[in-house]
Structures are given as structure tokens and as C-alpha cells.
């Protein structure tokens, strides 16, 4: 089954995106649906890292467990660099 994301999904993604590379001044490219969500750049656009970011429809005092799928921990580990995993709470 196909999930599409809505709109509030979308939102939170990018939120995170954002912040995450807003730390080091960095940039983001977002891939393929089927493949992990983005690619991440550092000040010089290097390459740095591959991003997969999950949102949870709760608060960080009430996120836990913070699930994630095997085949996107799998995807992630077999690009062969730096992996990141944010999961994007309603609070932070």
C-alpha cells in the first residue's frame, strides 16, 4: 500500500529539514519517493549525509516508541555515508 503524505506531513518534514541544516549552514536536496528523503550538503556543498526524517503525530514527552520501517534503515545504511534519522515531533 502506497501512503501519500498530507500537507500537515509535508510541513513537519521540512520544518525539520530546515533546522536540522540550519546548525551548520548547510543545504538539502529532497530525492526520490522511493528513496530516502534527502540529501544533505554541507556550507561547501559537499555531500555529508543522507537523511530520513519521520514524523510523529505526538509531543515529545509521548513520542516513544519512535518507530521506523527496516527497509528505510536498510535503504539508509547502503547509501554508505554519514546516516541521520529525525523524527519530527509535534513540539520539536
Same mark, same amino acid.
Given at each position: 500500500?502506497?501512503?501519500?503524505?498530507?500537507? =500537515?506531513? %509535508?510541513?513537519?518534514? $521540512?520544518?525539520?529539514?530546515?533546522?536540522?541544516? =540550519?546548525?551548520? &549552514?548547510?543545504?538539502?536536496?529532497?530525492?526520490?519517493?522511493?528513496?530516502?528523503?534527502?540529501?544533505?550538503?554541507?556550507?561547501?556543498?559537499?555531500?555529508?549525509?543522507?537523511?530520513?526524517?519521520?514524523?510523529?503525530?505526538?509531543? $515529545?514527552?509521548?513520542?516513544?516508541?519512535?518507530?521506523?520501517?527496516?527497509? &528505510?534503515?536498510?535503504? $539508509?545504511?547502503?547509501?554508505? $555515508?554519514?546516516?541521520? %534519522?529525525?523524527?519530527?515531533?509535534?513540539?520539536?
Amino acid at each position: 500500500m502506497i501512503r501519500f503524505e498530507s500537507e =500537515e506531513d %509535508i510541513e513537519r518534514e $521540512l520544518r525539520a529539514i530546515k533546522k536540522f541544516v =540550519e546548525i551548520f &549552514k548547510g543545504s538539502y536536496e529532497k530525492l526520490d519517493p522511493f528513496d530516502i528523503d534527502y540529501r544533505v550538503y554541507d556550507i561547501k556543498n559537499n555531500l555529508i549525509a543522507y537523511v530520513e526524517v519521520k514524523g510523529r503525530r505526538r509531543e $515529545l514527552d509521548n513520542c516513544y516508541p519512535l518507530p521506523i520501517s527496516a527497509t &528505510k534503515v536498510t535503504k $539508509l545504511c547502503a547509501k554508505r $555515508l554519514t546516516p541521520v %534519522i529525525i523524527w519530527a515531533c509535534e513540539d520539536g
